[in-house]
């Protein structure tokens, strides 16, 4: 009977019965089910297991109210709750961008018979296939003595001009040192981005030796004023920030891939963070023409001259309706 007697008192309650949406766990049982990245658990870290284990406590001006730690943010990937999240983004290869140094010498044409003073510039380019490297045509224009430079060292290299395209401001250099070629990769061409899509404009401006990054996304895409062609190509707009020594350098889409070629920025008093790069398709087009014929030969020009129709006597003698829009012919 010893066996079967039971203290007397007040039977306590199960309150995990009684509330089934209440559970109680063991110490030892939360540890276990604890999350963990990389196989370390973070209740053996100190600092996370005191910021987990943090308990509520009462607000001295509001005792009403309480006091609570302010949430981590967490990222669900399968089924565990990871404190720290990594963005995936493909890093575009720096080692690939170059420092342009150049000496000018420009024409005197008032004295055909002798040239103007010398004089020294930097600017950026980028290697790509076929140990070639892309820059501005304006960056080695009326040269003498172009020499490049890689990330990281300090050996100059004596280069060579293959090719100047003036309308489309692009120039292409090669090195014969096959030293300048170790340990770079190629850069490759992306498509033609879209309206804000981020970009990354990598190169040497002024201020430093070392290389820089700005970033930024396209803020539009049209018909451009290339300034030292003075004609008119397609481009892109961007914000951001391209000094002198950004130019030749190139853009980078968020996926490692080069998308431009930054060539001009609009300095104007009432504008801020305008930035212009040659787009790939402008690229691509010199690129192949120089593949194909062994030199530059050009843009082609559709060698026709066009006219705004906005007065309606100019319209009416046209036989142009009010809703009519393109290019209209006059038929004989």
Known sequence: MGDNKRKRGRKP???????????????????????AIDGVDFMDDPSIAQHLRRRP???????????????????????????????????????????????????NFSLPWQRKRQYSSSSSG????????????????HYTQVKLKKRGSET???????AIGTECDIALLTVENDEFWEGVSPVQFGDLP????????????????TISVTSGVVSRIEILSYVHGSTELLGLQIDAAINSGNSGGPAFNDKGNCVGIAFQSLKHEDAENIGYVIPTPVIMHFIQ?????????????????????????????????PDQKGVPHKKN
């Open 126 to 141: 980028f290697v790509i296939g076929g140990r070639r490297v892309l820059t501005n045509a304006h960056s080695v224009e």
């Open 57 to 107: 406590r009462q607000n001295p001006d509001n005792p009403d109210k309480t006091l609570i730690p302010s949430p981590t943010r967490r990222i669900e990937s399968n089924g565990i709750h990871n404190l720290v999240s990594v963005e995936a983004r493909t890093v575009p290869s720096m080692d690939a961008v170059v420092k342009v140094f150049c000496t000018h010498t420009e024409p």
């Open 194 to 209: 879209a309206l804000q899509v981020a970009v990354t404009v990598v190169g040497y401006p002024i201020g430093g030796d």
């Open 156 to 162: 100059k290299y004596v280069a060579t001009v293959l």
């Open 289 to 321: 023409d120089y593949e194909k014929n062994g030199a530059y030969t050009g843009f082609p020009i559709l060698g026709v001259e066009w006219q705004k129709m906005e007065n309606p006597d100019m319209r009416m003698a046209m036989g142009m309706r």
């Open 13 to 35: 309650k199960n309150r995990a019965t009684e509330n089934p949406d209440f559970q109680t766990t063991s110490t030892t049982a939360a540890a276990s089910s604890s999350p």
